[in-house]
């Protein structure tokens, strides 16, 4: 099904109050349900200018709104209440992930924590990607990919249950 073409929107930053606290972007729920219909799951949203890979995520509301934090809001110089311009396509590589050098490299080591790594879905892949690869400094993007490997490997990730009885 071919994607109608979506004109440029004006949304305002936004904050969700109780659980995550974080920044949004609301979108029109005639954008969303055009996407969702033509079967795009990712997006590249460009926010005033700058494109970032995104997804149009919803809640029991009904609302539909890209996920922005801190760093987005820095590099498109918006705050909470501020009106940003928003042009959406499809992401024409969904499921491609960032996983950056060290992480890249770590994995190609440790074939225990990649195996695990592979078997979650795209979606915990590119949250545990994003966890190495925000890090500013070398250093720290080699100390968290370790780390996530040995946490993969061990099944002590938050959330894995205990195999001892």
């Known amino acids: 099904m071919a ?12 904050r969700q109050s109780g659980g995550y606290n974080s920044h949004y972007l609301p979108v029109p729920l005639e954008i969303a349900d055009a996407y969702k219909s ?23 509301d009904g609302e539909r709104f890209l996920i922005v ?9 918006a705050h909470l209440g501020d009106i940003v311009m ?4 499809p992401d ?46 070398e250093e720290t993007r080699i100390k968290r990919a370790l780390e996530l490997a040995h946490k993969l490997r061990t ?3 938050y959330g894995d249950r205990s195999i001892d009885p």
């Open 3 to 14: 994607l109608p073409p979506t004109e440029p929107f004006a949304a305002p930053v936004l």
């Open 38 to 60: 033509a079967g795009v799951k990712r997006v590249i949203a460009t926010l005033n200018g700058k494109p970032f890979n995104r997804a149009i995520l919803g809640n029991a």
């Open 69 to 77: 934090g801190l760093p987005i809001l820095r590099e498109i110089m």
């Open 86 to 89: 928003i042009e959406l396509k």
């Open 92 to 137: 024409p590589e969904p499921d491609r992930i960032d996983l950056g050098i060290e992480f890249t490299e770590v994995l190609e080591m440790d074939e225990e924590a990649a195996e695990r790594f592979y078997s979650f879905t795209p979606g915990h892949q590119r949250s545990m990607a994003y966890y190495v690869t925000s890090a500013k400094r």
């Open 155 to 157: 099944r002590t990730l």
